[in-house]
T-cell receptor
Framework: QKEVEQDPGPLSVPEGAIVSLNCTYS??????FMWYRQYSRKGPELLMYTYSSGNKEDGRFTAQVDKSSKYISLFIRDSQPSDSATYLCAMSDRGSTLGRLYFGRGTQLTVWP | SAVISQKPSRDICQRGTSLTIQCQVD?????MFWYRQQPGQSLTLIATANQGSEATYESGFVIDKFPISRPNLTFSTLTVSNMSPEDSSIYLCSVGEFNEQFFGPGTRLTVL
């Protein structure tokens, strides 16, 4: 069993839709949870970073962490064609510079106009 | 956030040869990391490179295959040695800064 599971999709939605992206994990020691966005042929770009359980909102993006279920989500409201990318969840069990990150395989999202 | 550049951006190499990938950061950072992203697979950490000490390799990766240098706080190199087609992948460096990690654009390597 992989430590981080993420459905690779692809996911295709119309512009304006609410998108839900999810990851599950098995290591209860994970405390830090991240979402990265990766455009084609680019490096991953950090979108949001959450410590422990709860919600965090940044503009159209909301990250949720449910440690009891070992489940994290990223919601994108009013999705735009520019949101089309691969979204990677990542996790760490340590602070400071986070050390090793454990990644999901990424979900490929297409938002069509 | 730190700005990270990598060279080369892509390369096509013959099996049995070696390629050195450079990672340059625009600020001094303590921890740098090297990851591999194989097609359809998750990003996987190869090693952690701290300035002034030997790199720490993850399980499945060895120094003879992936030697790393970290001569100062803004620069690191990863060499992929004695390459085979299975080494075809994207190689990325990242830096740790204030509880976050930032990634470079990656080096796309194809081994024939």
């Amino acid at each position: 069993q992989k430590e981080v599971e993420q459905d690779p999709g692809p996911l295709s939605v119309p512009e304006g839709a609410i998108v839900s992206l999810n990851c599950t994990y098995s290591n209860s020691a994970f405390q830090y949870f991240m979402w990265y966005r990766q455009y084609s042929r680019k490096g991953p770009e950090l979108l949001m970073y959450t410590y422990s359980s709860g919600n965090k909102e940044d503009g159209r993006f909301t990250a949720q962490v449910d440690k009891s279920s070992k489940y994290i989500s990223l919601f994108i409201r009013d999705s735009q064609p520019s949101d089309s990318a691969t979204y990677l969840c990542a996790m760490s069990d340590r602070g400071s510079t986070l050390g090793r990150l454990y990644f999901g395989r990424g979900t490929q999202l297409t938002v069509w106009p | 956030s730190a700005v990270i550049s990598q060279k080369p951006s892509r390369d096509i190499c013959q099996r049995g040869t070696s390629l050195t990938i450079q990672c340059q950061v625009d600020s001094q950072v303590t921890m740098m990391f090297w990851y591999r992203q194989q097609p359809g697979q998750s990003l996987t950490l190869i090693a952690t490179a701290n300035q002034g000490s030997e790199a720490t390799y993850e399980s499945g990766f060895v120094i003879d295959k992936f030697p790393i240098s970290r001569p100062n706080l803004t620069f690191s190199t990863l060499t992929v040695s004695n390459m085979s087609p299975e080494d075809s992948s994207i190689y990325l460096c990242s830096v740790g800064e204030f509880n976050e990690q930032f990634f470079g654009p990656g080096t796309r390597l194809t081994v024939l």
